[in-house]
């Protein structure tokens, strides 16, 4: 039921190193990402304490612990009208895409209150510790309830947090996301510290809380029921000018028995179609060129509008979208996958040839067991139709080990599952129980050592999948939407970084004295050869060698080169 598998999960590390691949963009299982943006304002979020729809959950009388908490909040709101520097804000981003574009809605509406990005604020940025608050006036984690051991880890940074919130004034630290959701006030009472707590169906509410928070001196907590404020319609600071997160729907009407998601962030709720055009509209016409539609289950949508060929239509209409290079979309579900979706990726140009299906389990008895609505021959009859409209598409998935009750022949089907659908790469977790999900009551948990040991025998299958598919595609030429911070070695290797339509991620080599003009910036598309293939990434090293090097400089490069030189105003502006 999850839009795509967790940055955080539940095995030691995800079969795909995705420390390698640490973009934003389109990587499905990526580790915990910063919005590098924290922000700035002189006068936010010191003004009158907003109106809010419920009274403050942590009003009682005082001990002195909690006078010593309210004593800092007060040097903290006095520091405000003294302190040289503009008061900046992160946000620490853990989970899905979902939260990813949750917390572009966050920065948006703490920029709309006055607030900018830390990195125009480089003696803030140098304040930064090792407790990862970025060296921000206002801090922001969005969790996630997925991962393993959330709340325990949660818990050990925010104490590490409170070291430092001692020693800045005016610091803020803001919960929110599917941990916030499930904890609630549970949250201040471990940390008390925490200023603020909002869930996943009102992150309108985060400027409110932290002014409140910062007139009553003390936390604010507030978590709704359900969805009040689509998050889509707020204010956004999109991380990435070149490509941008759409969401179509939010919630989950799956009861997949180790899967917490559907409980925090409620039943599905479908946007209208023109919402949703309009919104890429908007973001292609500010130069992204590529899109990615958000669901919690994409195959579904239309459901809440009577409509359920809608999501294929929606793919034909984004076809239509004049600038608009790149669609693609996640997650969707193996029992709701139809052919006219397969249909609509094969017509429509602009549709990607990436499919990411979790498969979760090869044993039919065991995904009955998860309750997940599909068997073994469904599954790997979407692939063969898939792969029979679109040959070159590259299918990547989900998979759970451990699962209780699985016993070696369930196993053994995965494997066999696996060496059949030769997955492009394979997200694998360690199942851990997650409480309150009916797997987690469960009395036949596999024993640590098992688990481990079918865990690795699974990487071992799938890492040998996809260096021989990989070393396939040498010498097969590839376009590459060069991407910011995708690869970490860049500058020692002197290539550049991106995805190729399939989503691979690619390594490619720079032409030998190239001018400023010959650089590809970010955004823009780098055609060359593959000369290696690795089990996580090609290199296209075509240009070294005197072969396929063409560069087209797009307006999503231009897009992106305008931000840099108004967030270099900016810093000047500032005295910077």
Known sequence: SSPSPPQESQAPGPLKDTRREPCTLLSPGRKESYTESSTSQATALTSDPAQSTQPSNCSKKPSNREESLTAIRLHAVNAETTTALPKTYAIRTLGCQMNVHDSERMAGLLEQEGLLPVSLVPAAAERATEAGDLGADVLVINTCSVRENAATKLFGNLGQLAAVKRERPGMQIAVGGCLAQQMREGIIEKAPWVDAVFGTHNIDVLPVLLKRAAHNHEAAVEIEESLKVFPSTLPTHRESAYAAWVSISVGCNNTCTFCIVPHLRGKERDRRPGEILDEIN??????????????????????????????????????????????????????????????????????????????????????????????????????????????????????????????????????????????????????????????????????????????????????????????????????????????????????VTGRARDNRLVHVALPENASKQDLPRPGDMVTARVTYGAPHHLIADSALEGGLWQLRRTRAGDAWEQRQAQEEDQRVSLGI
């Open 282 to 495: 908007a973001v292609v016409s500010q130069g992204a060129i590529e899109v990615t539609l958000l669901g919690q289950n994409v195959n579904s949508y239309g459901v809440g509008f009577g409509e359920r060929g809608a999501f294929a239509a929606l793919l034909r209409q984004c076809g239509q979208i004049e600038g608009l290079e790149r669609v693609r979309f996640t997650s969707p579900h193996p029992a709701a996958f139809t052919d006219d979706v397969i249909a609509a990726m094969a017509e429509t140009p602009n549709v990607m040839p990436s499919l990411h299906m979790p498969l979760q389990s090869g044993s039919d008895a065991v995904l009955r067991q998860m309750r997940r609505s599909y068997r073994r021959e469904r599954f790997m009859g979407i692939l063969e139709r898939v792969r029979a409209s679109i040959p070159e598409a590259a299918i990547t998935t989900d998979i759970i080990v451990g699962f209780p009750g699985e016993t070696e022949e369930d196993f053994q089907q995965t494997l066999e599952v696996v060496e059949q659908a030769r997955f492009s790469s394979a997200f694998t977790f360690l199942y851990s129980p997650r409480p309150g999900t009916p797997a987690a009551d469960r009395e036949d948990q596999i024993p640590a050592e098992v688990a481990l040991d079918r865990y690795k025998r699974l990487i071992a299958l799938q890492e040998g999948i996809c260096t021989e598919d990989n070393a396939k595609l040498v010498g097969s030429s590839v376009e590459v939407l060069i991407c910011e911070s995708e690869g970490r070695k860049d500058g020692a290797t002197h290539r």
